[in-house]
C-alpha cells in the first residue's frame, strides 16, 4: 500500500508518500481501506517533535489519527459481521491514518449509516468530538451572548451552529473577509474579523453595549486576552487551543476583579473524562446523523499532497475541517 511515511521531527517535507507493506490486524483489531483521513494542527505540532509526553510518538511514523472507510480483514476474535461495514475511527496516539490501509481497535470503530460521507464522519469522530466536550462545559443558553474566537475552523464552524440551536446570540470572530464571510453563511448573528485593529470595538458594537456572557477562544495569545476582557461580571471563559502559538495570559486577579470565570476544555479535562471519550464521539456522530451539526469540510487533498495539507494549516489559510483522500 501507499503511506505518508515521516523519518525525521521537522516541516512539511518531512512527509514523504511510500510504498509500505500492508498491514495486518492483531487480535481485537479491524483493517480499515481508508477512504477519508483527518488533518489535524496537532498533526503539525507532532510532525515537528512537540506536543509534549501525552503525544510523545518513535520514528519512523505514519500520522494521522482519525479515519472512514470500509473494514476489509478482521483480526481474531473480532467475528466477521464488521467485513464490508463502512466505519469511522479515532486510531489514537498510534496513528497511521495517512495511509490506503489503517489498523484501529475494533472497540474504536463506529458503524456510519449509508448518508453519511466519509469526510463529514472523520470531522465529527475527532474535532465534532472535542465540540461536544466544549459544549458540556461551556453549556450555552437562551440569554447568552456567545463570542467564539477561530471560528472559521473546524471546531468554531460547530460551535457557531450549536450556540445559534442553543438560542444565543453569537458573534464569530475569524482572520481574513473570506473567513468572516462563511462565519456568517453559517447563520452567526455577528462575524467581526479579528485581525482588525480594533476588532474588540467591533465586538461590542455589535452587542449595543449589552455584556458578552460567554467567550470560546481557540486561539489563545493576545486574541485569547482579548476576548477574556470583553467579558462582563457572571462571563465564562471556555479556551479549546491555542493556534497562535501561546496560551491565554490570566491569573487569579482577572477571575477575582472581573468576577469571571475559566476552565480549559481539552487536555487533561477531556483525556480523564469520567466515563471516557468514547460517549463524546458518539454524541457527535448522532449529531452529524440526525443533521443537528453539519462539519465543514474546507480542504480535500490527495494522500500524497499531505505536506502542502500541512503548510495550509501552518499558515491559517484553511478553513473548516482538512482531509486527505488516499
Not at 502559538?245 to 469520567?274: H, K, M, Q
Request: neutral net charge.
Amino acid at each position: 500500500m501507499r503511506a505518508i511515511r515521516q523519518a525525521a521531527f521537522g516541516g512539511p517535507e518531512k512527509l514523504r508518500l511510500e510504498d509500505v507493506p500492508d498491514p495486518h490486524p492483531a487480535a481485537g483489531e479491524v483493517r480499515i481501506r481508508v477512504e477519508s483521513a483527518g488533518v489535524h494542527l496537532l498533526d503539525t505540532v507532532i510532525r515537528r517533535g512537540g506536543g509534549g509526553p501525552r503525544v510523545a510518538t518513535s520514528l519512523p511514523m505514519t500520522p494521522g489519527r482519525e479515519v472512514a472507510g470500509i473494514v476489509d480483514e478482521v483480526g481474531a476474535g473480532v467475528g466477521t459481521g464488521p467485513i464490508g461495514r463502512r466505519v469511522v475511527a479515532d486510531l489514537g496516539l498510534a496513528g497511521g491514518g495517512y495511509a490506503e490501509l489503517a489498523v484501529a481497535s475494533s472497540a474504536a470503530v463506529h458503524l456510519l449509516p449509508d448518508d453519511v460521507d466519509a469526510d463529514s464522519a472523520v470531522a465529527m469522530v475527532g474535532t465534532g468530538r472535542t465540540t461536544m466536550a466544549i459544549l458540556e462545559l461551556a453549556a450555552p443558553s437562551a440569554g447568552d451572548a456567545v463570542l467564539v474566537t477561530a471560528a472559521a475552523g473546524g471546531i468554531g464552524t460547530l460551535l457557531v451552529q450549536a450556540c445559534r440551536a442553543a438560542g444565543a446570540t453569537v458573534v464569530g470572530a475569524a482572520g481574513g473577509p473570506g473567513k468572516v464571510a462563511l462565519v456568517r453563511r453559517l447563520g452567526a448573528d455577528h462575524a467581526v474579523d479579528y485581525s482588525a485593529p480594533d476588532w474588540t470595538g467591533a465586538v461590542r458594537e455589535v452587542l449595543d453595549g449589552g455584556p458578552l456572557t460567554l467567550a470560546l477562544d481557540g486561539v489563545g495569545g493576545p486574541v485569547g486576552r482579548s476576548a477574556l476582557e470583553l467579558l462582563g461580571p457572571a462571563g465564562r471563559l471556555v479556551m479549546f487551543g491555542s493556534s497562535s502559538g501561546s496560551l491565554t495570559e490570566l491569573s487569579a486577579a482577572d477571575l477575582f476583579s472581573r468576577g469571571i470565570s475559566a476552565a480549559s476544555a481539552v487536555g487533561a479535562r477531556i483525556l480523564e473524562r469520567p466515563g471516557g471519550i468514547r460517549t463524546l464521539e458518539r454524541d457527535a456522530l448522532q449529531a452529524l446523523n440526525d443533521k443537528r451539526l453539519h462539519p465543514v469540510i474546507g480542504q480535500r487533498f490527495a494522500l500524497a499532497d499531505a505536506p502542502a495539507a500541512h503548510a495550509a494549516l501552518e499558515s491559517r489559510a484553511t478553513t473548516g475541517k482538512t482531509v486527505l483522500r488516499p
